[in-house]
């Protein structure tokens, strides 16, 4: 062990002393809080500030025999119990250990899963009991349905749900897709007669400044139905080596009131949700239409106009207005990330188009090296890999893999820019507003990934730094390695949320950050924006209780619509890999390890972007588990360790949990 790891190790027993001391003293105490499951069974208890042993948030560890029929998302009373937990590749939190003793509340009354032989349901949900006994009725349900259940509840020590209907047949895209939406309770789609009372709404007057000359683009994926952001540069008269960046949102407070019909819908959406072959936007589709800032025609919009020193990329000023623009140009990012790599000039561009383009690019890379030496922002990048699907005819298409190449990052800096602008201004002229946040990492979850990025030979330094961070990775080889170390890293970071204080932006390296520049597809920048309308009219704004609301429920349906999409996602891609079995393919993948269980391998699979699964009977010998490693019978060469690589053939899938089973190549 490095003196390096060997003082970190030291550092965090220190911690965990300190801690167990202060937890023998709480030893059974009850504390009341929120239940969140784990796919390997074990859970924590997320507790009230008030039952923290310090400031921030910390989790009670819940063993799998101390659950007590509690569920994911129940709200649990919990007997703390003297002792600490071991360090465990298992149950990477650390810290107080408790008992259920009482489920106070519920979190759910139904849930989804896949009938199977034996009269029992497995929930969709890996975080629910593994598999449910059905009462009464099927309903005409056969094995391999999809089915709604209420329950599930414990009876005589089983869990036992009944079916309150069919929702399809599993391998039908639709019936995926309606599954998922139904047990991460994702709104239905807006019926015909929202969608037309919704086209009926006028927009709000304000004062706009008129800008017919101002030469204004679009850059978007080329499947992209709203568009709810705009750019345009101008040189700045007074001083050469300045310019003015515009950076121009759809103004959807316009359209939608605070309090009124679709500021409730869009509410309670929270989000767009968008499922491979499902779109499912926040707003009536024809009402996003018309906000939508199209191609020549007049779009009223509400515009960041930012002062930048083209040379250095710092932003010197920042000011805000209300605004009647028109869009000149409609670009994609795979024509504007053409014309960054090879100079290529699509034939609709006109040499104002070129200019454009050629002046954001070079502006906004200038901007982000700025704010990469001042902000010192942590990036990670992680391909995006997604499942294509023809929405129209419910098919699946294939996988295809992205990442953010220099035509995002143009884009992206400038929302980043206008964001800033409008979390200072809300600050400083005091208004209530949403901001995002991002909490700093735990000293001890940092700790155990640099001894796991060790495993895989690498020394990550101090992470609690975030330029010592951006070192790490930059450092990282570019091999399927490196994917795997960034999405353990990601995991040791907490989720960012909303809250209506402005709060650190780890992450970003940022304070008071709002969300401004995606109002037709998130409510929380859809908030900003009504606040601020209030503001330029005079008009009284809602107050921080209000906004401590808005912002809890954002992060929550967040969560639950992020959870949808990688959830119908890894679903498809299950089926993807079905076919290929159907079709008798013997194709190897290449994966690394990632994490070791008694059970098995979990691997990560770069072609795919998904983890398979290889049970411990599947290895050839007898196996011995250590922390990061399934120890052979003989020596070192048969060993399964962290961060190796290994060769696999798919063997099956376990649909009902989610789950493609793999075994070594050649057996």
């Known amino acids: 062990m ?12 220190r911690i965990a002393d300190r801690k167990y001391e202060r937890q023998l003293a709480r030893a059974g105490k009850f504390v009341v809080g929120k239940l969140k499951m784990t796919h390997s069974g074990y859970g924590f208890v997320e507790l009230a ?148 009372a919704a086209m009926e709404i006028t927009p709000r007057d304000i004062d706009r400044v008129k800008l017919p000359k101002l030469f204004v683009i679009t850059i978007d994926p080329d499947d992209a139905k709203d568009f709810d952001d705009a750019l345009s540069i101008t040189p700045c008269k007074e001083d050469k080596d300045l310019v003015e960046l515009g950076v121009h949102i759809a103004d959807v407070a316009a359209f939608i009131a605070p309090q009124t019909r679709f500021d409730s819908n869009a509410a309670r959406r929270g989000f767009s949700c968008y499922l491979p072959g499902r779109t499912l936007p926040m707003l009536p589709p024809g009402l996003t239409a018309k906000i939508s800032m199209q191609a020549g025609t007049p779009s009223l919009a509400h515009s960041v106009f930012l002062t930048v020193n083209k040379k250095s990329g710092e932003i010197l000023s920042a000011r805000r207005e209300h605004t009647l623009v028109t869009i000149a140009h409609r670009l994609n990012y795979d024509e504007v990330q053409e014309f960054a790599d090879k100079g290529t000039v699509p034939e609709n561009w ?93 000293f001890d979850k940092l700790c155990e990934f640099s001894e796991m990025a060790g495993e895989f030979g690498f020394i990550t330094g101090d992470l609690t730094s975030r330029k010592v961070c951006n070192e790490f990775v930059r450092s990282l080889p570019d091999n399927p390695k490196r994917e795997v170390i960034l999405s ?131 290895l050839p010998g007898n196996r011995r588990r250590g922390k990061f490693t ?10 399964f360790k962290l961060g190796d690589y290994i060769y696999l053939r798919l063997a099956g899938i376990d649909f009902a949990r989610g789950s493609a089973l793999f075994v070594p190549a050649g057996r």
């Not at 329950?151 to 005589?156: A, D, Q, W």
């Not at 599954?179 to 037309?196: C, K, T």
């Not at 901001?435 to 735990?442: K, L, N, S, T």
């Not at 209030?534 to 969560?559: G, H, I, P, Y």
């Open 2 to 13: 490095s003196k390096n790891r060997h003082q970190k190790k030291k550092r965090l027993l």
């Open 49 to 196: 500030p008030a039952d923290r042993i310090t400031e921030k948030a910390e989790d009670i560890f819940i063993p799998i025999p101390k659950l007590n029929g509690a569920l994911d998302g129940d709200i649990v009373k919990v007997q703390l119990l003297p002792g600490r937990r071991e360090f465990s590749n298992d149950t990477a939190n650390r810290g107080e250990t408790g008992r259920i003793v009482d489920v106070i509340e519920r979190s759910r009354v139904a849930f989804v899963g896949e009938v199977l032989p034996g009269g029992v349901v497995r929930p969709l949900n890996t975080r629910l009991p593994a598999d449910i006994k059905l009462l009464g009725s099927r309903k005409g349900a056969q094995k391999g349905d999809l089915v709604k259940v209420r329950g599930p509840e414990m009876l005589n020590g089983e869990w036992r749900g009944t079916i309150s209907s069919v929702i399809g047949r599993t391998g039908i895209l639709e019936a995926e897709l309606d599954a998922v939406m139904a047990e991460y309770d994702i709104p239905a789609p807006y019926s015909e007669e929202e969608n037309a």
């Open 350 to 442: 006109t040499p104002k188009v070129k200019k454009c383009v050629k002046d954001l690019l070079k502006l906004t890379s200038v901007m982000r090296k700025f704010r990469a030496e001042k902000e010192e922002f942590i990036e990670l990048p992680l391909p995006e890999v997604r499942v294509r699907c023809d929405e129209k005819k419910n098919e699946i298409q294939g996988i295809e893999s992205r990442i953010s190449r220099p035509s995002e990052q143009l884009v992206e800096e400038c929302m980043l820019a206008a964001n800033s602008a409008v979390g200072a201004e809300l600050v400083k002229k005091g208004v209530a507003g949403v901001f995002r946040i991002h909490d700093e990492p735990e």
């Open 488 to 618: 353990l890293l990601l995991r040791s970071f907490p989720r960012a949320g909303y809250a209506a204080k402005p709060l650190l932006h780890y992450a970003l390296g940022k304070t008071a950050y709002a969300h401004f520049t995606s109002p037709i597809r998130r409510y929380a920048d859809l908030t900003v924006h009504q606040q601020l309308w209030n503001l330029d009219k005079k008009s009284r704004t809602r107050r921080v209780e209000t906004m401590e609301k808005v912002a809890e429920k954002c992060t929550e349906l967040e969560e639950m619509v992020d959870e949808a999409s990688f959830a119908a996602s890894d679903r498809l891609k299950l089926r993807i890999l079905e076919e290929e079995l159907n079709r008798g393919e013997l194709k190897i993948y290449e994966g690394v390890i990632a994490k070791v269980i008694t059970a098995g391998l979990q691997v990560a699979i770069e072609e795919l972007g998904l983890y398979g699964f290889v049970p411990v009977d599947a």
């Open 630 to 639: 399934l120890y052979g019978e003989r020596n070192s060469s048969s060993n």
